[in-house]
């Protein structure tokens, strides 16, 4: 097989930095079961997003480093083992098909800011919850809100380096992904089986944000642009 034809070939490998951002996330968890119970409480405390903790008193002449790097660094902790795996096999999934469509320093910046407003999005509303909010699932949201915006509204589409979905599944998907959300929503309300758990805020707000900002960076800091569609003038 010669170059051009492995070039042509479907997603095979991912793109060094969701290599990079999965092997981060990894091991951190890895890190975090061998922490004893004390000190896994004080990652929580320090890392995790914390609603409630942004109106402790003084709490910026104290804590205000990690309360300002709460908002990202929640995003790399992980409740269990299942949590983790569940993110990163969605991120993968997700994140690898949009991080093709741009450099990885623009899908860095994608990432960090999914992660950053899903987390306000949530706070916004539960602003006094005392739960951390952990995981990956809303800067992960992000890129799939992106992904369906690229797919419906591609600047350049027609290039097997930077494949997207069509424009029929990418709004199916989009619909699915609003709509389980709020299903989600209305369990946790309405029935106590653990959905309560689940910050569909988070989801919904990397979703809408990466939606609404996908056409913008589609392409972005490539080296090559994407190419023009066949017959495109």
Not at 19 to 33: D, E, G, P
Not at 41 to 59: G, N, Q, S, V
Not at 79 to 104: C, E, K, P, Q
């Amino acid at each position: 097989m010669n170059p051009q034809e492995r070039q042509r070939q479907p997603i095979l490998n991912a793109p060094g930095i969701i290599q990079a951002l999965v092997a981060i996330t990894i091991l951190l968890h890895f890190r975090q079961l061998v922490l004893t119970p004390l000190e896994n409480y004080e990652l929580l405390r320090y890392a995790a997003f914390i609603p409630a903790r942004f109106e402790l008193p003084d709490i910026w002449q104290h804590e205000g480093v990690s309360l300002a790097l709460s908002p990202l660094t929640y995003s790399f902790l992980h409740a269990d083992i299942y949590h983790l795996l569940l993110n990163m096999f969605f991120f993968l999934a997700f994140g690898t098909a949009v991080a093709r469509r741009m450099s990885w320093c623009i899908f860095a910046l994608l990432y960090v800011t999914s992660a950053v407003i899903s987390a306000f999005f949530w706070m916004m509303l539960n602003a006094d919850a005392v739960t951390p909010l952990v995981g990956a699932s809303g800067a992960l949201s992000g890129a799939a809100g992106a992904l369906v915006r690229m797919s419906i509204t591609p600047k350049l589409a027609h290039d097997p380096r930077h494949p997207i979905m069509p424009a029929k599944t990418a709004i199916l998907f989009g619909g699915f992904w609003i709509s389980s959300n709020l299903i989600l929503a209305l369990l946790a309300v309405n029935v106590s089986f653990g959905v309560s758990n689940i910050a569909w805020e988070a989801h919904i707000g990397g979703f809408l944000f990466g939606l609404g900002i996908g056409r913008f960076v589609d392409g972005m800091g490539l080296r090559d642009p994407i190419a023009l569609p066949p017959g495109f003038m």
